[in-house]
């Protein structure tokens, strides 16, 4: 059986997104998707309280039997 091939390649990886927000992010205020976002992150930086999200890794240590 024959199967038609997309034109187009999907891109599978993910969407980059505002670090403050989590909304898709403007090309123009990237990497966040307004002037505001962008003013809201510069002003966490100027007050030394960024913190960066730290990302927990679930380890399964299921155990079989
Ligand atoms: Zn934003």
Known sequence: MKEARPAIHVRKGKV????????P???????????????VDLSRWLDGSYSVPVIESEDDGQGEG
């Open 25 to 39: 992010r403007d090309s123009e205020y990237r990497p966040f998707c307004s002037a505001r976002c962008r003013d």
């Open 16 to 23: 980059l997104r505002c670090p403050v927000c989590r909304r």
